[in-house]
């Protein structure tokens, strides 16, 4: 599969917040470009920008200068709402803490993207077979709180793969993990990553990130490193779309 | 303590939305209680202050024959403060808009007015050629000082006119648009010349013991007669009660129970709140613990947040219920003739005030405040104050085919079932507020279904009393009017049984223009001594049965009767505070009478019964009969003023449901925003992965559309009981009601408040699409 345009372009991109009467910087002229097939790991320490950056990859914070295009889209000056439906059918989102909808089972979790994105074919059975990716199908009747830490970020990822997203954005997927579940999803990930899918990581654990073909490093807002690690691959195959 | 004051009035302005549904539901509630409070102390007041200078007469009936010196002579008698004639008609007017009815009430003087006083509100009283309406007549036709009125007797007779040069205030007179006639007044000269007549025939007496009032009649009846003026039987006044006081007192009655079921709805409304305002706030708790803040002063916190909704809410309440208060009494002042007394603050109303408003926002908040000031810190801090837990396997079983459809659908249903007391406390606003409703339907179908089943009773479409009365044979001649399929010789009387005040009604033993439904013994046949059959309620009142003797006292006479049978009719006309009836044959009551062979009633029967036909055919009566002073009524012109009497309770009924209503509804919405604000990050998620606003919205709905179902189908189930006690209530204060409640109504309020639900929660569901996800996830 050959692309014109790369996965993301970030040009100049600065993030300032407001707290009491100063204004912080959390993103300070960022410039990044990501090709498609890549799995970029963004690390750094505690309040670097990491998750600001990723934030704004995923359409879910706006910058206050420069420009941001992902797979093809400029986020500058999307609506909320055009944002919201972009992003359900072209991203899929890994949070820290899983975020999972406590009243739907697990199931229904993975279908709800679809219900979102107005997919109405085969969505059971896809759920399922995504769950079965994620080794966690015989748990597909069950609630969010009756699973692990570790189930549920599997749930979650097979809920981020729902739509067939090109671009798997996830914020400390193993951040909130015990070392074995951590290993179990990073694999997940590779695994996906393999299959054609472009997996943008914020981490702050070295051993997660170098499983990436790339690591960013910030500090201070900036990118201050940005260095290849294993060899970037081309995926042999892409992943089924929409079951 | 201070800082911790600062930073509860801080608190205050951190959830506005929340403060302001709060603040509403303390207002409503006070406001509820204070109104209706307030109204049945300005009605009572309205009563005295009206009355009180209005000299009312005692005693009054129509006669025939009197002289200008019948008042002096009657002025002599023992018991008799004063007595004072009019002349009175019963006419049509004009002003440009259509014939309407009129009681043309004519005075010598306005100046000499010594008995039933009237006020002139505007402009003056009339002199020749002038005329001066009762002030409620401009509900039935636009009527202004200045403007030129037709008057005419019959319509064969010419045309009068006068010009309009006052209103005036006539107590004991109800309302025209409730009664459909106006009161207007003239001087006698004009009354005099339109009917023909050289004398007064209206006879006023106000008497020194009220207790004596019947004997007084039966005196001057005697002494009248003796002088050959005869006289219709006189109206005794009832000292306690006055014109349409029956109905008021109903109407309050209800709206005082409405009122407390808004106040008691309103309670939980504001406990739901603060409820989840305190769960909020335990992270908060925990850390004034753990940085060494007592239980007190946490306690005295968090109360000094729920006082100060409390109180502002019980100042605005108290506020809008008094001004309700003051429209809803000059609404029934001006329907019963009643003056609206003064502006008045009661001590009353500030003590209910205080006890809806402040005594329950208190309460409401005391219990949580204290729940959680002894909670350990520990569980303060972990709490996020939310449980994401969700354990109902019962609901996901029974809303997971919803998925196939819609998951936002099931997000929102099962969202509804998260908080189980809060739940069932919105569930319980919407329960009551929908019984209400429905028995406030149920009520007002009875009274209309029960008045037409009161009048279908009567067969007759119409009557004509005559002021002097002519011989029963009289029906034969009015017979031959074209217009008259039948006629029958009634007679009607007032009279009381021991201290009751009842009607006594005359009329042959078969006669097809009533139709009587026997309850028990059998109906009136003419008998020495003379039977009787009273009406249910009467017997009721004086605890009589079949077979027993009871001494009628008829005014000018008195005589035990046998009770012989008891029928079903509860059937009165606006303004009557007499209790029941008596019937027995039309001999009996005319030997009692001493009328002999005459009557002074007559009950028609017409070819057609369309209002147009009723009225041509009754202005040909009265055309034909002027020689005897006729005053005419229709069936359906009674049927109509009932309607309206019945129209006013429905309305303010309706005002309170509605008031029930935004209550219940606001309970809902305020369940919504609690419930946008404990999952503001759940929100966030659905937006991060793929939610625009209509499935934000969609989600929002459906908890709302739940929450309402359930309320609905435990609303209807209770509201049904209640509309038995309310028809019940309604019976034992006004008159006897069939039960009637309509499954058309039933499923009307379901489908409606589902869609009002619906309408509302898109709100909450707006407010929720505004979520940005960057402001729940930016610091997980």
Redesign the interface.
Same mark, same amino acid.
């Given at each position: 599969m050959k692309h014109e345009q790369p996965a993301i372009r970030v040009e100049s991109v600065h993030r300032r917040y407001r707290s009491g009467r100063r204004d912080i910087p959390a993103l300070a002229g960022v410039s990044l470009t990501v090709e498609y097939g890549e799995w970029i790991a963004i690390v750094g320490p505690s309040g670097c920008g990491k998750s600001t950056l990723l934030n704004l990859l995923a359409g879910i914070d706006i910058a206050d200068e420069g420009a941001v295009t992902v797979a093809g889209r400029s986020l500058t000056r999307m609506s909320e709402n055009a944002l919201a439906s972009w992003r359900g059918r072209e991203v899929g989102i890994v949070f820290q803490f899983f975020q999972l909808m406590p009243t739907l089972t697990v199931l229904e979790n993975i279908i709800l993207p679809m219900d979102l994105a107005g997919n109405n074919r085969n969505r059971s059975t896809r759920a399922r077979q995504l769950l079965e990716q994620v080794g966690v199908l015989e748990l597909a009747g069950n609630l969010p709180s009756e699973l692990s830490g570790g189930e549920q970020q599997r749930v979650a990822i097979a809920r981020a793969l729902a739509n067939a997203p090109r671009l798997l954005l996830a914020d400390e997927p193993t951040g909130n993990l015990d070392s074995t579940n951590g290993s179990i999803v990073v694999d997940l990930l590779d695994a996906l990553w393999r299959q054609g899918t472009t997996v943008v990581m914020v981490t702050h654990d070295p051993d997660v990130a170098a499983h990436a073909s790339r690591t960013v490093t910030m500090r201070d807002g900036r990118i201050i490193e940005d260095e290849l690690g294993r060899p970037r691959r081309r995926p042999p195959v892409a992943l089924a779309a929409n079951g | 303590m201070r800082t911790l004051v600062s930073k509860v009035l801080r608190d205050l302005q951190r959830r506005p939305l929340r403060n302001v549904l709060t603040l509403l539901g303390i207002i409503l509630g006070v406001a509820g209680v204070v109104a209706i409070s307030s109204t049945a102390r300005s009605v009572a007041d309205a009563q005295r202050l009206t009355y009180s200078g209005s000299q009312q007469a005692d005693l009054a009936t129509f006669a025939n024959g009197m002289s200008p010196t019948t008042a002096d002579l009657i002025e002599r008698q023992p018991n008799v403060v004063a007595a004072e004639t009019r002349s009175v008609t019963f006419t049509r007017f004009d002003t440009g808009s259509g014939w309407e009815n009129v009681r043309l009430v004519g005075l010598e003087s306005f100046d000499a007015m010594r008995l039933d006083l009237v006020e002139v509100v505007e402009g003056r009283f009339p002199q020749r050629g002038e005329i001066a309406f009762d002030e409620s007549s401009r509900e039935l036709t636009p009527v202004a000082i200045g403007s030129v009125v037709a008057v005419r007797e019959s319509p064969a007779d010419p045309l009068a006119y006068a010009t309009v040069v006052g209103f005036t205030r006539s107590p004991a007179t109800l309302g025209a648009g409730l009664m459909n006639r106006a009161t207007a007044y003239v001087p006698a000269i004009t009354v005099r010349e339109l009917t023909g007549r050289t004398s007064d025939n209206y006879l006023l007496v106000r008497v020194e013991d009220q207790s004596r009032a019947s004997q007084t009649a039966s005196d001057i009846s005697r002494l009248l007669s003796k002088r050959g003026v005869s006289i219709s039987s006189f109206d005794v006044r009832d000292p306690d009660a006055f014109v349409g006081s029956q109905e008021l007192r109903t109407l309050l009655l209800l709206l005082g129970i409405f009122s407390w079921l808004g106040a008691a709805l309103s309670s939980v409304l504001v406990a739901n709140t603060l409820a989840a305002v305190m769960s909020e706030e335990m992270a908060q708790i925990g850390i004034i613990k753990s940085i060494g803040g007592r239980r007190w002063q946490i306690v005295l916190t968090y109360l000094i947040y729920g006082s100060v909704l409390g109180a502002a809410g019980t100042l605005l309440g108290w506020l809008a219920g008094l001004v309700i208060g003051r429209e809803i009494t000059g609404y029934l002042t001006r329907l019963t003739g009643l003056q609206q007394p003064p502006f008045g603050v009661a001590v009353r109303e500030i003590g209910l005030a205080l006890l809806v408003g402040a005594l329950v926002t208190l309460t409401a908040s005391l219990l949580p405040v204290l729940v959680n000031a002894n909670a350990r810190v520990a569980s303060l801090l972990r709490s996020p104050g939310v449980r *994401? !837990?969700?354990? +109902?396997r019962r609901i996901?079983r029974v809303t997971?085919p919803l998925?196939s459809v819609?998951?936002?659908v099931?997000?929102g249903m =099962? *969202?509804a079932m998260?908080r189980p007391r809060r739940t069932l406390a919105t569930i319980l606003v919407v329960t009551v507020a929908v019984a209400a409703f429905v028995a406030t339907q149920a009520l007002s179908r009875s009274v209309s279904e029960t008045v037409d089943e009161l009048y279908a009773l009567y067969g007759a479409d119409g009557w004509v009393s005559f002021q002097r009365p002519v011989d029963v044979g009289f029906a034969s001649v009015l017979e031959q009017d074209p217009w008259i399929t039948h006629v029958e010789a009634w007679t009607s009387a007032s009279g009381a049984i021991g201290s009751t005040r009842t009607d006594i009604w005359g009329m042959p033993t078969d006669d097809p223009l009533y139709s009587y439904r026997l309850v028990e013994g059998s109906w009136v046949t003419r008998s020495n001594p003379p039977s009787a059959v009273l009406t249910t309620n009467l017997a009721g009142s004086i605890d009589a049965k079949v077979g027993d003797w009871r001494e009628l006292d008829i005014g000018v006479s008195r005589e035990t009767v046998q009770i012989v049978g008891i029928v079903d009719d509860s059937s009165t006309y606006l303004g009557n505070a007499a209790t029941g009836k008596v019937f027995m044959h039309i001999d009996d009551v005319n030997r009692l009478r001493s009328l002999g062979r005459q009557a002074d009633l007559f009950a028609y029967q017409l070819t057609a019964s369309d209002p147009e036909s009723v009225d041509r055919a009754l202005a040909a009566i009265e055309e034909r009969t002027r020689e005897y002073g006729p005053v005419t009524y229709s069936s359906y012109s009674d049927q109509q003023s009932s309607r309206q009497a019945i129209g006013v309770l429905t309305l303010m009924l309706n005002v309170m449901v509605i008031v029930v209503a935004v209550v219940g509804v606001s309970g809902i919405a305020n369940t919504l925003l609690i419930s946008i604000a404990e999952r503001r =990050? !759940?929100f966030g998620?659905?937006?991060? &992965? +793929?939610? +625009?606003?209509r499935?934000i919205v969609v989600v929002l709905v459906s908890e709302g559309v739940m929450l309402a179902l359930l309320g609905l189908i435990a609303g209807t189930l209770v509201g049904y009981p209640l509309a038995r006690v309310l028809v019940n209530v309604t019976s034992a204060e006004l008159f006897e009601l069939s039960f009637h409640l309509s499954p058309v109504s039933v499923v009307a309020t379901f489908v409606v408040a589902l869609l009002t639900v619906a309408a509302v929660s898109a709100v909450p569901g707006l407010v929720a699409s505004r979520i =940005?996800? &960057?402001q729940v996830? =930016?610091y !997980?």
């Open positions: - | *994401n !837990e969700f354990a +109902g996901l997971g998925t819609s998951v936002a099931a997000v =099962r *969202n998260r =990050r !759940e998620v659905l937006r991060a &992965i +793929g939610a +625009g606003t499935h =940005r996800p &960057i996830l =930016r !997980e």
